[in-house]
């Protein structure tokens, strides 16, 4: 029914006499190539002027700018169209990274417009011509198939919100404008793109509609036109604009009759397009990166996850459980600097990050060895360090408990049996369940928090600081303030900043620990990836320290001072391979605790606290010694 409205309502302009005008997805897409040739051109205006050059000079940097405007015009549907393409050939992150398809270990070098800002900036002609170049290339051989590209409302409502998605987390940040010289101007750019692509609707859309929009886009612009990139206020604009665009485009999409991609396709995405929000708990599927999602009852198999999840049964000495290492109290860390090795021998090689929002995460553990939650379960099972032990023996210890053979029929009415499948699939349900966008941060862009005016301002500056001066959120993206890559969240990111091995700055050695190299998958033995270590979350922060892989930093301020130095630069035990960039941030006394008040603001873990009562007894005696959440 939906359908046959949409077909009627953007097919009223012909029927009412208007049939001199195009229907707004013919529109959309005259505009979208017509830009796109304007983008080719003027990549082609770059290179003729580099060929007539012998360095980089302010005409050549005058016409980069220019090509990135005439990207950033038609950025938010190209993007949408081919993400892909737009990553590895336009405007990827300039880091090195390995194809994603080819069945062995295959290097990309990076390309596109931030390494080539990167070259321009750094007076590398020759770098920054040939990847100019490259690029007027690929935009030619990409360019004549937009032709045959079947663009429909759906997916033209759909990159609108993706485009918002775009502006907060990467635009505005500064992430894909690594000089940051002309983010603003890019972002005013492409919140123009976003109004003028929005008119093409105007014959749908009611007379409220077109002035709030024109209100909402206007003061859009007061946040960005005449301030430079440290004055943005992204807190006020993000809360009060781009969020609140992201749901009035769905709004719109429903108001016009016009499908949802959950009508369309059958299968999970990673955002859920229903949210409104980036700030709800909602925003984000955790569906789409559970491999057992569909597995039984789903609210049985949540709670008996958590049984097991406290339950010490799943480790060979039956004293240790999930709960040992991800203490609820601690935001599920464990406040070590390294995790207690099984029986007390010693300690594992790094500590326990959070499992809170974890499902989210495509790399798991802190080298990124594990891609979803099932998989992390049994790389802990069998780790002679961790519960050093195998499916089969716990099955066999928890078969002579009725308790749980009741259970497990439950929760799984088809299969009514405990073995490995239904074990793991209950323990990522659980997991999968602990996810929650509800802090102070969160509340405050609903207008619900209950901090004060005072705490609200210093809050604002705070992440202010976060998300511009201090480029956190170019590697903690928003809304997940971790390495979730976005607009579409299906990756996370890792990172090599040079950690040192103790907090000692003036005798600094960097720590051995290779991370994601040494992480045991074929395809992540890049030199490029020595010493690379997942992106953690930001969101609980002020309970998950001590800080870094190995907790060598046991306060926020120690973190801070480490960054605003340079990481690893400053502390001159960079790698050739760090990704963080080398610059002192020179962040003052007020911006530092402002940062972290901001930080604190971030925290929401206290629903998740409360524990089993009890655990399932066993017919052998020496099994109901077992201890909620474990010994040790």
């Given at each position: 029914?939906?359908?046959?409205?949409?077909?009627?309502?953007?097919?009223?302009?012909?029927?009412?006499?208007?049939?001199?005008?195009?229907?707004?997805?013919?529109?959309?897409?005259?505009?979208?190539?017509?830009?796109?040739?304007?983008?080719?051109?003027?990549?082609?205006?770059?290179?003729?002027?580099?060929?007539?050059?012998?360095?980089?000079?302010?005409?050549?940097?005058?016409?980069?700018?220019?090509?990135?405007?005439?990207?950033?015009?038609?950025?938010?549907?190209?993007?949408?169209?081919?993400?892909?393409?737009?990553?590895?050939?336009?405007?990827?992150?300039?880091?090195?990274?390995?194809?994603?398809?080819?069945?062995?270990?295959?290097?990309?070098?990076?390309?596109?417009?931030?390494?080539?800002?990167?070259?321009?900036?750094?007076?590398?002609?020759?770098?920054?011509?040939?990847?100019?170049?490259?690029?007027?290339?690929?935009?030619?051989?990409?360019?004549?198939?937009?032709?045959?590209?079947?663009?429909?409302?759906?997916?033209?409502?759909?990159?609108?919100?993706?485009?918002?998605?775009?502006?907060?987390?990467?635009?505005?940040?500064?992430?894909?404008?690594?000089?940051?010289?002309?983010?603003?101007?890019?972002?005013?750019?492409?919140?123009?793109?976003?109004?003028?692509?929005?008119?093409?609707?105007?014959?749908?859309?009611?007379?409220?509609?077109?002035?709030?929009?024109?209100?909402?886009?206007?003061?859009?612009?007061?946040?960005?036109?005449?301030?430079?990139?440290?004055?943005?206020?992204?807190?006020?604009?993000?809360?009060?604009?781009?969020?609140?665009?992201?749901?009035?485009?769905?709004?719109?999409?429903?108001?016009?009759?016009?499908?949802?991609?959950?009508?369309?396709?059958?299968?999970?995405?990673?955002?859920n397009y229903k949210a409104t929000s980036l700030f709800k708990t909602d925003f984000l599927n955790p569906g789409y990166f559970s491999r057992y999602n569909n597995s039984g009852d789903a609210e049985k198999r949540k709670e008996l996850g958590k049984l097991l999840f406290f339950d010490p049964i799943l480790s060979k000495n039956n004293e240790r459980a999930c709960?040992?290492?991800?203490?609820?109290?601690?935001?599920?860390?464990?406040?070590?600097?390294?995790?207690?090795?099984?029986?007390?021998?010693?300690?594992?090689?790094?500590?326990?990050?959070?499992?809170?929002n974890a499902v989210f995460n495509t790399k798991l553990f802190w080298d990124g060895r594990a891609t979803t939650l099932e998989e992390q379960v049994e790389h802990v099972v069998h780790n002679d360090r961790e519960f050093n032990t195998d499916f089969f023996e716990i099955i066999d210890k928890m078969s002579t408990s009725q308790e749980y053979k009741k259970l497990f029929d439950e929760a799984y009415p088809r299969i009514k049996k405990i073995n490995s499948y239904t074990i793991i699939a209950s323990l990522s349900a659980y997991v999968k369940s602990l996810v929650s966008f509800d802090s102070e941060f969160d509340k405050s862009m609903h207008n619900e928090s209950s901090l004060t005016a005072s705490e609200l301002k210093r809050m604002e500056n705070g992440f202010n600081i976060f998300a511009g001066k201090a480029a956190c959120a170019t590697c903690h993206f928003v809304p997940t303030f971790g390495g979730n890559v976005p607009p579409r969240y299906n990756d996370t990111e890792t990172e090599v900043l040079g950690i040192p091995e103790v907090n000692d700055q003036a005798n600094a050695m960097l720590d051995g620990d290779e991370g994601r190299y040494d992480n045991g998958r074929p395809k992540d033995r890049a030199n490029f990836y020595k010493h690379s270590f997942k992106t953690p979350t930001v969101r609980n922060i002020e309970v998950t320290g001590p800080y870094m892989h190995n907790g060598v930093f046991t306060t926020l301020e120690e973190v801070v001072d480490y960054y605003d130095v340079g990481g690893g630069h400053g502390w001159g035990i960079a790698p050739e391979n760090t990704t963080l960039p080398e610059d002192s941030l020179n962040l003052t006394k007020t911006e530092k605790e402002d940062l972290i008040f901001f930080m604190r603001q971030l925290s929401d873990f206290e629903s998740f606290n409360k524990k089993p009562e009890t655990l399932p007894t066993s017919s052998i005696a020496g099994l109901n010694q077992r201890v909620i959440g474990g010994l040790y």
């Open positions: 029914m939906r359908t046959i409205l949409l077909l009627f309502l953007l097919s009223a302009v012909t029927v009412f006499g208007k049939d001199s005008k195009q229907l707004p997805k013919v529109e959309v897409k005259n505009s979208f190539i017509e830009s796109y040739n304007d983008l080719h051109l003027s990549l082609k205006d770059l290179n003729e002027i580099n060929s007539s050059k012998s360095e980089v000079d302010q005409e050549i940097i005058n016409a980069f700018f220019e090509a990135r405007i005439a990207f950033k015009k038609i950025e938010f549907l190209l993007s949408y169209l081919d993400n892909e393409f737009i990553n590895d050939h336009v405007n990827g992150a300039p880091l090195l990274k390995t194809e994603r398809k080819a069945p062995g270990l295959v290097i990309i070098s990076p390309s596109g417009f931030q390494i080539a800002e990167e070259k321009l900036f750094e007076g590398d002609f020759t770098g920054f011509s040939e990847l100019t170049n490259k690029l007027e290339a690929k935009l030619s051989i990409f360019g004549p198939k937009l032709q045959y590209v079947k663009l429909g409302d759906r997916m033209i409502f759909e990159a609108f919100r993706e485009g918002v998605i775009r502006i907060i987390s990467l635009g505005i940040t500064g992430f894909d404008t690594p000089s940051a010289e002309n983010t603003v101007s890019e972002a005013i750019t492409s919140l123009n793109t976003l109004e003028a692509y929005l008119h093409f609707y105007d014959d749908y859309l009611s007379e409220e509609h077109k002035i709030y929009f024109k209100n909402k886009f206007e003061e859009g612009r007061g946040y960005l036109v005449g301030v430079s990139f440290d004055d943005v206020n992204r807190y006020q604009l993000i809360k009060n604009v781009l969020n609140p665009l992201y749901g009035d485009f769905l709004e719109i999409q429903d108001s016009l009759f016009i499908e949802q991609r959950d009508i369309v396709f059958s299968g999970e995405f990673p955002v709960a040992s290492c991800h203490d609820p109290s601690r935001a599920f860390t464990d406040a070590q600097t390294t995790s207690l090795a099984f029986n007390g021998e010693g300690n594992i090689d790094r500590n326990s990050p959070t499992v809170i």
